[in-house]
């Protein structure tokens, strides 16, 4: 643990970039948090209310219509929206109609309420405002000609089937991982759903053919990890079904029913059809293909952009300041990484050569094969239980964290990043989980590994999506990227201020290669997309400027091509989490306490950042009073 001194310390330029670029390691912070005695300023803040006023309830129910899903996944899909449980997304042209509709509707009657604020309460004014922030993007994308629109969510893509965007990835991984079976009519709504996914995948397949109509073509590259992605996919279906019918056949065997022959029906007869349709679709499109990496090179390419970078970041910074940005961020974090390096007796070359040549060193390696998989999944389970015991230090007021690791599935790996993570069903009885791509074990670095795993789990996305599980059913629903993944950041702050790495040198320099890595992002996203950087350009900043593993980074820079944007807000949200808590300190001195801000940034829920911003000023005028 990093004890703090008695007084504020002054903020330099230079102390305020360090803040903003890794954490706060080195820099003298009041009260940093652990005095008993603090006061319970973000439970006198705390956003819950007491009810659901009845227009978030409505604009909840309509939003969950079009999204049955996330009704699962959430655990809501019972009593009056038990309905959604046997449903699938809409993914054709007349559904993302349906939903854009819902969507326009909805900010109507946000901004209605808005205007006449007669008896809001203030929790309630800050869910009108991240709604009407939440529509009001997502608006904005669905005037766009082509592409999927995140409503509240982190995922926006030109491409609606690609190497990680698609159906024949979202759907068999929904029905195994989220959707119950634990009575027959939980069969039945599997079946029922399975059912839908041959409609699903066309009505997919409907708008990837109106998109390259318009001369929207995905790069070669991405259509290439596509073609072979989904041809394995074709291939586990026609295995006697494969893994869409493993799982219903492994979870009702405590009942009896002709479920899984219905499966296998569904999915040689309808299925595997229309998972045909798709793959040709692709096949074709390879044959228009070229190597351009970037939005810059197609069709509204710079419009679609620019509105991605804005639903990402929650700003209005263009992309041109945020490769400044990270520019500056990233020499600024390796100038933290440099003394480390030496230390540990790496002089010569770059940060990056010399981090590349740490990669290499064996005894940071973990085993090939299954005796590494299970090596890392072990690691990684330790490493849960020594944060979560540490979240008394840095929260007032604790949630579960109730987590599961699980293998990302094997079709889905080669086109996967190294993990990612959420929070479960909103009662509490799903839980969380963090996928780990263990496609080869050399993805993976013993001093890398414990902030992914705080990153995903706790105290990021894990821990602070329980936290907003407790705020109303929309609350729930909508999802920021510049908070989620600046928060996620920030968790892996907390980490190395929890004394994470006071005994670990080597894993320090992991968690600020980490940090780097997204200030990173921020400049190849904004290269690739403004800059006509190339693919090969992206993969080598990565090797040659951070020392990350080739291995990684191609999955990651293909990432960047085919959700424009989405690598930004990781870093701006991060700054701005910061930004407020150094605003905190400053204004606060003394009565400043860890706890009371890191409760009052989860307590306010996932949020744009000029909300978070509003969060906090309420939270240090009631510190205050």
Not at 215 to 223: M, R
Not at 320 to 333: D, I, K, N, S, W
Request: proline share 7%.
């Amino acid at each position: 643990m990093h004890t703090p001194p008695s007084a504020p310390a002054p903020l330099s330029r230079r102390n305020a970039l360090q803040l903003l670029g890794a954490g706060v390691a080195g820099i003298a912070l009041p009260n940093c948090g652990w005095a008993k005695d603090a006061p319970l300023a973000a439970q006198a803040t705390s956003p819950v209310p007491p009810s659901t006023p009845p227009l978030l309830d409505a604009l909840a129910s309509a939003l969950l219509a079009q999204m049955p899903n996330t009704a699962t996944s959430l655990g809501v899909d019972v009593g009056p929206h038990a309905g959604l449980r046997a449903r699938l997304e809409d993914r054709s042209p007349e559904g993302i109609a349906k939903l854009a509709n819902v969507v326009k509707t909805g900010l109507a009657m946000t901004q209605a309420r808005l205007r006449d604020q007669t008896g809001l309460d203030p929790s309630t004014r800050t869910s009108l405002e991240v709604i009407k922030s939440a529509y009001t993007t997502a608006l904005e994308g669905f005037a766009l000609p082509y592409g999927d629109v995140a409503v509240g969510g982190w995922r926006n893509t030109p491409y609606v089937v690609i190497q990680n965007v698609g159906a024949y990835i979202d759907t068999p991984r929904f029905l195994d991982a989220d959707h119950p079976i634990k009575t027959p009519e939980d069969a039945d709504a599997y079946v029922a759903r399975l059912s839908q996914m041959p409609r699903q995948l066309d009505g997919e397949l409907e708008r990837i053919q109106s998109a390259t109509a318009m001369g929207l073509v995905p790069p070669d590259f991405l259509l290439d990890r596509a073609i072979a992605q989904m041809t394995s996919t074709i291939a586990d279906a026609n295995d006697n079904g494969g893994g869409l019918v493993q799982s219903v056949a492994r979870r009702t065997t405590a009942f009896s029913g002709d479920w899984v022959q219905h499966a296998r029906s569904i999915v040689a007869d309808e299925v595997v059809p229309a998972l045909g349709r798709q793959l040709a679709e692709l096949q074709r499109q390879r044959g228009l293909a070229t190597g351009d990496p970037g939005m810059h090179e197609r069709p509204q390419g710079e419009r679609f952009y620019a509105r991605a970078l804005k639903a990402s970041t929650t700003t209005n910074v263009p992309a041109e300041e945020v490769h400044r940005l990270g520019v500056e961020q990233l020499a600024e974090l390796h100038g933290q990484m440099d003394p480390i390096l030496k230390h540990l007796g790496y002089t010569q070359g770059s940060v990056g050569a010399r981090m590349t040549a740490l990669g290499r060193d064996p005894r940071f390696m973990f085993a090939k094969g299954d005796e590494g998989r299970a090596q890392i999944l072990d690691f990684i389970h330790h490493r849960i239980d020594w944060i979560k015991a540490q979240m008394p230090r840095a929260f007032r007021q604790l949630v579960p964290g109730n987590v599961e690791v699980h293998r990302l599935p094997l079709a889905e790996e080669p086109g996967a990043p190294t993990a990612y993570g959420g929070p479960g069903s909103k009662d509490g009885t799903v839980p969380g989980k963090m996928w780990i791509n263990l496609r080869t074990t050399d993805l993976h670095r013993k001093y890398t590994l414990p902030t992914l795993v705080h990153h995903e789990t706790i105290p990021g996305h894990v821990w602070q999506g329980e936290y907003a599980n407790r705020l109303p059913l929309i609350r729930s629903m909508l999802a920021f990227n510049a908070y989620s993944e600046g928060w996620a950041l920030y968790g892996e702050q907390l980490g190395d201020e929890l004394g994470a790495y006071d005994e670990d040198p080597v894993g320090r320099l992991g968690y600020l290669q980490s940090i780097a890595f997204r200030a990173c992002r921020m400049i190849v996203d904004t290269g690739l997309h403004t800059k006509g950087w190339t693919r090969e350009q992206g993969v080598r900043f990565f090797v040659e400027e951070n020392g990350n593993g080739r291995e990684e980074v191609v999955n990651e820079v293909d990432r960047y091509c085919s959700w424009p944007g989405q690598a930004c807000g990781y870093k701006m949200g991060h700054n701005q989490i910061n930004a407020q808590r150094l605003r905190a300190i400053a204004e606060l001195g003394q009565a400043y306490d860890l706890r009371d801000f890191d409760q009052a940034v989860v307590d306010g829920g996932n949020v744009p950042l000029d909300v978070l911003a509003h969060n906090i000023t309420r939270y240090i005028a009631a510190t205050k009073a």
